[in-house]
């Protein structure tokens, strides 16, 4: 694979990164100021505060779901491993990485194992 694409995609999922950390860091804070306000609360307040707990909490999994992929993307260039399927380790297309930079396996690959899964 190109040098030059992989530098960038390296530097793009390092700022994806970066990005995720600074937004899993705000949903924290937002988290920790839900739990522990101490203003007495309706049911309506109740409700609200388990809706934004739980949102948050989903938020956060997408997030650290995405920072384990950038992880295992960067561990792969750092490997040069990089930009190959891991299921038939055919070439991902440039375009399928300029997309999801971060993707494992090719379109064909990744639509089989889709298809199994559901």
């Given amino acids: 694979m190109d040098k030059v694409f992989v530098e960038q995609m390296r530097v793009d999922l390092i700022a994806q990164k970066k990005e995720i950390m600074k937004s899993l860091m705000s949903e924290s804070d937002d988290f920790n100021a839900i739990v522990t306000a101490k203003q007495p609360k309706d049911l309506a307040d109740i409700a609200s505060d388990d809706i934004d707990r739980n949102t948050l909490e989903t938020l956060s999994a997408n997030d650290v779901r995405r ?4 992880d295992s993307a960067l561990s792969r260039i750092e490997n040069e491993r990089y930009g190959l399927c891991m299921r ?31």
């Fill in 88 to 118: 038939c380790n055919k070439k991902i297309p440039r375009e399928r990485l300029e997309a999801i930079p971060y993707a494992l396996m090719c379109i064909e690959c990744k639509s089989t194992d889709e298809r199994k899964n559901r």
């Fill in 67 to 70: 920072l384990r992929l950038i």
